[in-house]
C-alpha cells in the first residue's frame, strides 16, 4: 500500500528550502561578494548596518572598559543648575571651569540631561546617551556616505573602529561638540533631501549649541542662492535667525548685552596649555591679537578662492536634481510598462525596453552635460574607477529588469563644498581642543578621497592627522605635522577641484565648436 500523499509534502519543502539555501549561498558566499562589500561604495548601505552595530559593541565596551574622565561634565551641570534656579545673567552663570560661553541651546540640552541624570550624579547613564548620539550621528554620516558612492567601505571601517580619540570624546568625556555635530549632520541630510525649513531649523539648534557649526554657513549661504534664489534665501535665513531668537528670548529680554557677549564671543582668547595646533608658538605670540587678525584674513581669503567652484558645483547640483524631478515620473512608467509587457509574455523573450539614461540625455541642457562629463573625469581621476551618473539599478536574476538612475549620486556635487569649508575654518582656527577632532573627523575620508593623491598617500595623511590628535600633551612636531597634514590636504583638495573645473570650460567649448560647426555645415 503507498504510503499516504501528505508525507511526501515535507520532502518537496525540505527540497525547495535547500535550493533556496544553495541559491543564497552561491551569490552571497563568495569571493567576488565579498570584494563587493569591501571595495564597491555602492554596497556602503548593506555595510553601514554592520559597522553601526559594530560600533554599538565598541561603545558598550569602552564605557564599562575604560575609565570615565572628568574634564567639563562638572561644569556644564553647575552652569545649567544656575539657570535652573532662575538665573538668566550669562555673567552669572559659572562652573569650575569658567563662565558659561555656549547659545541657549546648550543650556536647554544640557538641563534636560541634568534632570535625566540625577542632577547630573548618574554619569553612566550620561555616558549611555552619548553612545546612543554616537550611533544616530554614525547613521545621518553614513547615509550621506552612501548617496554619494565616493567612498569604499573599508575606509570607513578602518576610520570608525581605529579612532581611540573619537570613541573618548564621546563617552568618556560627554563634551558638548558632539551634539552640536549631530544636530549639523542631521541639517545636511535634511538640505540633500531639500526639506529646507526643516534642515534650517536644526543647523540653527547646532549653532545655538556651540558656534563652530558656523564654520559651515559660507557653504550653506551659496547652497541656499543656488537652489533656492535670493527671496527663499531670505526666508531660511529668518528661520534661522528666528530660532536663535527664540532659543535666546528668557536671556535677551532680561540681561541682553550678557548674553550677547557670553555665548557669541567671536574674540574670545584660549589657553595657550590646550592647543593642539600651536603648540609650537611661544605664548606671547599665540595671544597676539595680530595673529588673530592674520589667521581670520587668511581664512577669508581661501573662501573667496574655492567661491566660484562652490557656487558651480551647487548649480550642477541643482540642475542635475531639476532633471531628477523631470525623469522619474517618466521611469516609473517605464518600469510600469515593463512589467506589464512581461507578465503579459512569460513565455516568450524579454521585449527591449530603450533605457532611460537616452531620456536623460535629452533632458540635460549643453552645460549640464559638460559639467557632467568633466566631473565624472574629475571622479575617475579620484577614485580610481568610472563613476557613472546614470546607471541601471541591479536586480536579481528571478526578478524582471527594472531601469533607473542613481541620481543621489550628485550629491557629490553638494558635500564637497561643505566638508572643504568647514576644512579651511578648522586649518585657520586660532586654536584646537582635543574635543575639536569631531568638527572634521567623519568628513576626512571624504575629503582624501577627493584629491589626485594615490592610496599610499590618501593613508599617510589620515594616520599622521590620527597621530596627531592622539597625542597628549600635543607637542612641537604634533602641531607642526598637524598643519602640514591639513596644508597637503588643502592643495589635494584644490588640484581636483580646479582640475575640474578646467575640464569642465574645455568640454563647453569643445560642444560649443561642435555646435557652431554643425550649424555652419547646414547653412551651406
Known sequence: MAPPRANNRPVARRKKSSNLLQTLMDKYVNWNYVKYLVFEPAALPIVAVLIVLAEAVINVFVINRVPYTEIDWVAYMQECEGFLNGTTNYALLRGDTGPLVYPAAFVYIYSALYYITSHGSNVRLAQYIFACIYLLQMCLVLRLYAKS?????????LSAFTSYRIHSIYVLRLFNDPVAILLLYAALNLFVDRRWTLGSVCFSLAVGVKMNIL????????FYLTNLGWVKT???????????VLLGAPFLLTHPVEYLRGSFDLGRIFEHKWTVNYRFLTREIFEKREFHLSLM???LLLLLCFAKPTWTFFRSYMRLRQVQDQLLPQIARKNREMQKETLKNKTKSKSKVPEPESESEQQLTSEQKSFLKSFEQGLQQSTGRKAAASTPAPVPESQPERYGIHFDQCTQLALLPFFLCNLIGVACARSLHYQFYVWYFHTLPYLVWSTPYSLGVRYLILGFIEYCWNTYPSTNVSSIVLHLCHLVLLVGVARQVFNTMRLNATVKRRETTNLQNGQSKKLQ
Open 297 to 299: 584674513g587668511l581664512h
Open 234 to 244: 531670505g526666508l531660511q535665513l529668518t528661520i534661522c535667525a528666528g530660532i536663535q
Open 149 to 157: 558612492r565616493k567612498v569604499p567601505p573599508y575606509v570607513l571601517v
Open 215 to 222: 564654520l559651515f554657513a559660507p557653504a550653506l549661504l551659496l
